[in-house]
């Protein structure tokens, strides 16, 4: 293939040209279409000798679109396979030595091979043949192009109308789709993807459908500019008619509604008594209001702003009077129990009383849900004599929520800690940030981090609201958090509050605040008075023992209410005028017990061990079945267990093996079978080292033939040295194992630490025993 680029001689431009062959002008950023005429500037000496050598001979020229535009000398390899015939009809050199050449595309063709032996490109072509008639769907889509193509003209701002003429009288379909396609502002190589459509249909179709879409932006241009031809109208419209209206009421000698409003805001901004600093941007952004016109569309904007500003209490504080000894009181009637929670509060009451200007601390209340964080809070409020506000954080994933939206967005307001300010209309309420370990993360930013400003007392004074764009004080507010799983909160977060957790109730606790509060309030609940019902103490242990499991007490009301109902509902009928509800009369209501112990029945057999399990929502009992199979040594392990504890469950085996001594068992023999350990519940993820030691004791049941005590439970991370280490959570384990009737716990001997946590009740109740290695377990444990 040729790509010589030194100038031809005056004999090459008259070289003849075999019949099937044509000289190729390569063109960049345009495909020429047949029957369209149009403009080509030639600039590459191979190009001009090929315009020139046509014109000599009287040929038509080919002209075949680059596939790189950047490629200064392109070869048959650089160009399509597929282009146009054109017949020069002028060639023009410009003053500046520029070449041009005024063709009109005759025809499609296909490129079958290139010729070597000219200075410019030569390629032997098949010319493709258009057809003569047309079927029905080829002129339903002709006429069809045609309506699209008229529509198109007639939306495009100042079309000639030559142009929409030449579209209506266009005889054939092809050329049609061919002129469409070439005066569409297309890219070239979707241009040059029509060229190649030799199928007619196949081209209609195409250019039908880019044409459409066109068609759609043309349409919606024209929409937009006649909204807003008319947007201007109206505001052109309003503005003289409420100029007009001024003028009439100066004459009258009537007042401007519009100085009224004015002079209200001034006098709400030095009622408001900001800091110096709001109110010069308060008056700043009142003198924009009042030189903007009312129907500008910034004007609602900074009116609610005004009013933002205005509204908040920047120096309207609660009349607080912190009387330790009425605290106590209405600490003691909104809760029973919870001595150490209590007592806690006080001492944050009784620092703020003695040093009311000081910093005190952030409490943050954890435990699971129905143990009473929110109410401690509301308590806090009432003994404190001010307003409570409750901000929910769970769910929340966008920094704005908590820091505002900046007025430059439509509809921008305030962040949620604003908002509650606002609501509460005093600067020193009780704000509880609800839920604080659901907070999420987004692309938005994160929340917890935003947070950290608004909880530390040496930076709240100054917190920054990115709607208010000026600092507001957050250090009288006395912030409350609450919480089911610590581990959630960040960090840095957590870092800044004190942490008091709230343990889940014993049953005799439970039977207190039942008969204290829940009672009485689903009684109101209900349109009871206590005359007409009544329950017994046994019956509500009846609910909690067989109905319940749970470490609050949010189930228990729930089901409270539900047996109240049934009595209102035959109290309605006429059927009863008083019922005093026993364990009977519960079972008639409820149905069946949901819950019953069944801890004796699963350990009568060797190679179930009851262990103790830590929840988000309190604690848990958790069984450990051990069996064995004819096998080669195999471990199995099931109950959808995480990585942690198969981990567990292969210590423990290996620790087993390693004392043949405990078990009257040579290593040898565990070749001979299988041992598969499961942990019921199966559809329940489980993980965590805390099981350790009573899958160690499962195991050591299943091998030695003696069953584990059935009254029995246990916890602990166990090493390949036989130590028991500490774990988490054993105040929830502990009232767990109380709840399903427990009477001996097994806990590590270096949780000792954690016994003071443990209620009173529960620690009357069970019998501990410390576990300093897994010797100590198998002494206790094994009847």
């Not at 605290?327 to 703020?352: P, T």
Request: charged letters at 25%; proline letters at 6%.
């Amino acid at each position: 293939m040729v790509t010589t680029t030194a100038s031809p001689t005056q004999s090459e431009y008259n070289l003849p040209l075999p019949d099937d062959a044509i000289a190729i002008v390569p063109v960049r950023n345009m495909v020429l279409f047949p029957g369209v005429v149009a403009p080509v500037t030639v600039g590459r000496q191979q190009s001009i000798a090929a315009a020139q050598n046509a014109i000599r001979t009287e040929k038509p020229l080919g002209f075949v679109l680059q596939r790189d535009e950047t490629t200064e000398e392109p070869t048959g390899l650089d160009l399509h396979r597929v282009g146009t015939v054109g017949t020069v009809l002028r060639y023009l050199t410009a003053p500046d030595g520029t070449h041009h050449v005024v063709t009109q595309g005759q025809q499609r063709f296909r490129i079958l091979e290139y010729i070597d032996g000219y200075p410019f490109l030569v390629a032997r072509i098949q010319v493709a043949q258009e057809p003569e008639g047309m079927d029905t769907e080829i002129q339903a889509r002709f006429f069809n192009l045609r309506q699209q193509a008229v529509e198109a003209v007639q939306l495009l701002p100042q079309a000639p109308q030559e142009l929409l003429a030449a579209v209506q009288n266009i005889p054939t379909a092809s050329a049609l789709a061919d002129m469409v396609a070439s005066y569409m502002d297309l890219k070239p190589d979707e241009k040059q993807e029509v060229l190649e459509t030799f199928d007619l249909t196949r081209r209609l179709e195409k250019v039908g459908n880019l044409l459409g879409h066109r068609l759609e932006v043309l349409r919606l241009s024209r929409r937009i500019s006649e909204q807003t031809k008319e947007t201007m109208d109206e505001r052109q419209r309003e503005y003289v008619l409420r100029e007009q209206l001024r003028t009439i009421q100066k004459e009258l000698g009537e007042t401007d509604s519009r100085q009224v409003e004015i002079q209200e805001l001034t006098e709400a901004i030095a009622k408001a008594r900001m800091p110096p600093e709001v109110e010069t941007q308060a008056l700043k952004e009142l003198r924009r209001l009042e030189r903007m016109p009312e129907g500008a569309g910034e004007y609602s904007m900074i009116r609610t702003y005004l009013d933002w500003l205005i509204e908040l209490p920047w120096s309207a504080f609660s009349e607080t009077s912190i009387d330790i000894a009425a605290a106590r009181r209405i600490l003691d009637e909104d809760h029973y129990g919870l001595e150490k929670i209590k007592r806690r509060i006080l001492e944050f009451l009784a620092v703020r009383k003695l040093n009311p200007e000081g910093r005190s601390p952030i409490l943050c209340f954890v435990g699971p849900p129905g143990v009473g964080k929110t109410s401690l809070g509301q308590s806090i409020a009432r003994a404190t004599e001010r307003k409570f506000v409750r901000v929910s954080l769970g769910g929340l994933h966008d920094e704005a929520e908590i820091r505002g939206h900046r007025r430059t967005y439509v509809g921008a307001l305030p962040g949620t800690v604003i908002q509650s300010l606002r609501k509460a209309g005093t600067g020193n309420p009780v704000m509880m940030l609800d839920e604080m370990d659901k907070l999420g993360q987004g692309f938005h930013g994160d929340p917890s981090a935003a947070l950290l400003e608004v909880l530390d007392p040496e930076q709240n004074g100054t917190f920054r609201d990115n709607y208010l764009g000026v600092p507001f004080d957050l250090s009288k507010v006395m912030f409350i958090a609450t919480a089911n799983v610590l581990e959630n909160i960040p960090g840095p977060l957590r870092d800044r509050m004190e942490v008091i957790d709230l343990p889940g109730y014993t049953e005799e606790e439970k039977v207190e605040i039942a008969k204290r509060y829940l009672v009485r309030r689903q009684l109101t609940a209900n349109g009871l008075k206590p005359e007409q019902a009544a329950i017994t103490d046994d019956a509500i242990r009846e609910i909690i023992r067989y109905y319940t499991r749970e470490a609050g007490n949010r189930n228990l009301e729930r089901l409270i209410g539900g047996v109240f109902r049934n009595v209102a509902m035959r109290i309605a009928e006429g059927t009863i005028e008083h019922l005093a509800i026993g364990p009977e009369e519960v079972t008639e209501i409820l149905g069946g017990r949901r819950f019953e112990s069944e801890t004796a029945m699963r350990t009568s057999v060797p190679g179930v061990a009851t262990g103790l399990a830590w929840t988000p929502v309190g604690g848990d009992i958790l069984f450990i079945e051990a069996t064995r199979t004819p096998g080669n040594g195999r471990l199995i392990l099931t109950g959808q267990l995480g990585d942690v504890m198969k981990e567990s469950a292969q210590a423990a085996l290996s620790l087993v093996k390693s004392r043949p001594e405990v078990l009257g068992t040579d290593p040898v023999e565990f070749d001979k079978f299988d041992i598969h350990v499961h942990v019921p519940a199966g559809a329940i993820p489980k993980d965590g080292p805390s099981a350790g030691v009573a899958m160690f004791m499962a195991l050591v049941s299943l091998l030695t033939g003696r069953t584990i005590r059935s009254d029995l439970a246990m916890t602990g991370e166990i090493s390949l040295r036989g130590l028991v280490l500490p774990v988490g959570g054993i105040k929830e384990k502990v009232l767990a194992a109380q709840r399903a009737g427990i009477t001996t716990v097994m806990l590590p001997a270096r949780n000792r630490r954690d016994y003071e946590d443990i209620p009173e009740a529960a620690r009357e109740a069970l019998n501990f025993v410390w576990l300093e290695r897994v010797d100590d377990a198998i002494a206790a444990a094994l009847s």
